[in-house]
């Protein structure tokens, strides 16, 4: 695995595969595509037109024409560096896909699954070549621009497979995350999936309306979790330094655990009656969204806001 990775196969060209396509282009790589839709070319290739202006200055359009698609990737496995899987969160297609992967791809080459919650555990059982060089690169929407990767291994992944895929999303940009051991939807989306549960329980009780609870978000917490994260933002609350963590935790803790009771005897219940309240209030929230004004404005604010952090000397 020490050897330049310079081509990557790309297999499932959807809205992550297009995404991390544009992303290794832009880095100079080879890429080679597969995808079954018969569209799957042309949607790309609109996609690509679409978003190379965005990215930073100095990508030619020679990097943007350095890709291929093909009916059968097979045959062209030899030639991966890099395997960038992005197919259906189906464990019966993963496992077929990734035994004929593990076949044709040479010897400890990765092979990384864009997997959101699946762990590489629950699809690699008819690997028979080399099991240990697979994992889950599971990056944030869109990857071509979201620097989050959560790098996964199970439990018979290489040292060897971690420290190159760490390395590889590094050179491109990204800000891997190395999880240490499977866990269901792994961290990010168990930390939205937390935000999310409270959400819908505000919302749902009439606590809050819809609308300003996205307010409570991007104009509060939001905003410092952007530059520094929980952790770094809690110590930051105690007063800073490596104490300031367990001064918050001394001084606040007795009054979180308060809130978090309440919270763990409201959690949103799934209910038909809490999803008609909370699916009534978001709809009626939603139906006053300029979704147009708000695409554009969310894409043009989110490049201002990677371009400053980027030019700061830490990213958190």
């Keep these: ?30 890429v080679i595509i597969t995808d079954p839709a018969e569209d799957a070319q042309a949607r790309f290739e609109k996609y690509l037109s679409d978003t190379w202006p965005s990215l930073p200055a100095g990508f030619s359009k020679e990097c943007a024409d350095n890709y291929e698609f093909v009916e059968d990737v097979v045959p062209r496995l030899a030639e991966a560096d890099f395997v960038q899987e992005n197919g259906p ?76 895929t760490l390395a590889f999303y590094k050179s491109l940009g990204k800000r891997p995350i190395h999880l240490h051991q499977e866990i269901p939807g792994f961290v990010a989306n168990r930390l939205q999936a937390a935000i999310n549960n409270e959400v819908y329980s505000l919302v749902s009780r009439g606590i809050v309306s819809a609308a300003d609870l996205d307010a409570a978000v991007t104009s509060g917490p939001g905003l410092r979790w952007a530059l520094t994260g929980p952790i770094i933002t809690n110590a930051l609350g105690g007063g800073g330094g490596s104490e300031g963590f367990d001064n918050r935790i001394d001084r606040l803790g007795p009054a979180i655990r308060s809130w978090e009771d309440d919270i763990l005897s409201h959690r949103f219940d799934w209910s038909q009656e809490s999803l ?41």
């Design 1 to 30: 695995m020490s050897q330049e990775i310079r081509t990557v196969v790309v297999i499932g060209c959807g809205v992550i595969g297009m995404s991390w396509t544009v992303l290794f282009l832009s880095r100079g790589l080879k």
């Design 276 to 316: 008609y309240s909370l699916q009534k209030q978001v709809r009626s929230y939603l139906q006053t969204v300029d979704w147009e004004r708000t695409m554009s404005e969310r894409e043009s604010v989110l490049l201002e806001l990677l371009g400053a952090k980027w030019n700061t000397t830490t990213m958190v």
């Design 89 to 164: 969160e189906r464990v019966n297609w993963k496992q077929g896909l990734f035994e004929t992967l593990d076949m044709y791809t040479r010897k400890g080459v990765v092979i990384a699954s864009s997997s959101s919650g699946l762990p590489s555990s629950a699809f690699i059982g008819r690997c028979q070549h080399d099991p240990s060089r697979i994992l889950v690169g599971h990056p944030f929407n869109p990857p071509h621009l979201i620097p989050l990767v959560e790098v996964v291994p199970h439990p018979g992944s290489s040292q060897t497979t971690i420290d190159t």
